[in-house]
T-cell receptor
Framework: KAGVTQTPRYLIKTRGQQVTLSCSPI?????VSWYQQTPGQGLQFLFE???????NKGNFPGRFSGRQFSNSRSEMNVSTLELGDSALYLC??????????FGPGTRLLVL | LAKTTQPISMDSYEGQEVNITCSHN???????ITWYQQFPSQGPRFIIQ???TKVTNEVASLFIPADRKSSTLSLPRVSLSDTAVYYC?????????????FGKGTKLSVKP
């Protein structure tokens, strides 16, 4: 089985812009979770989608949003980018009752 | 969600066995213990998961005492490529409501 894929792998944006990141889960996985990783805060949970519905949300501002499509692929969007949004954004997929598997991440740099 | 405590860093040499202990005093009855490995600028990679006693796979062993308040990840004969950050997590296999709570992890440095 192919693993979790994320696109793009690297991205450079400027403050105020918006960005959309994409995640394709492992085939058959219906849950997709998103995480932000920074040197200062470590790995932090953003939100989780299951069957196109957001089931849980972490403590991030409303500028961070996401969605999931009927094929379980997911996107996350960050609007009005700030310098502090520079991070590695990780997507993980899983099945109910099983562990989560992570993708390689998207490295976002906000200038 | 049960909180975990693990050493910030550990040093080892190639060929040695490395044991990383994680403390989770408030582990719940239905919680599993999961370990991930992460290399710089990559996503965490699942290593092993267990509920009690001992679990072994091709890369590691996980030892869990009867009270389940701690666990030990054992890496046999480490190599330079095992240099990474290792995270211990506890929760139901899914992670409560779909999220995993990561601590700061243990940075393992393997030297030649």
């Amino acid at each position: 089985k192919a693993g979790v894929t994320q696109t793009p792998r690297y991205l450079i944006k400027t403050r105020g812009q918006q960005v959309t990141l994409s995640c394709s889960p492992i085939s058959g996985h219906r849950s997709v979770s998103w995480y932000q990783q920074t040197p200062g805060q470590g790995l932090q949970f953003l939100f989780e989608y299951f069957s196109e519905t957001q089931r849980n949300k972490g403590n991030f501002p409303g500028r961070f949003s996401g969605r999931q499509f009927s094929n379980s692929r997911s996107e996350m969007n960050v609007s009005t980018l700030e310098l502090g949004d520079s991070a590695l954004y990780l997507c993980a997929s899983g099945q109910q009752g099983e562990t989560q598997y992570f993708g390689p991440g998207t490295r976002l740099l906000v200038l | 969600l049960a909180k975990t405590t693990q050493p910030i860093s550990m040093d080892s040499y190639e060929g040695q066995e490395v044991n990383i202990t994680c403390s989770h005093n408030n582990i719940a009855t239905n919680d599993y213990i999961t370990w991930y490995q992460q290399f710089p600028s990559q996503g965490p990679r699942f290593i092993i998961q267990g509920y009690k006693t001992k679990v072994t796979n091709e890369v590691a062993s996980l030892f869990i005492p009867a009270d389940r308040k701690s666990s030990t990840l054992s890496l046999p004969r480490v190599s330079l490529s095992d240099t990474a950050v290792y995270y211990c997590l506890v929760g139901d296999t899914w992670g409560s409501q779909g999220n995993l709570i990561f601590g700061k992890g243990t940075k393992l440095s393997v030297k030649p």
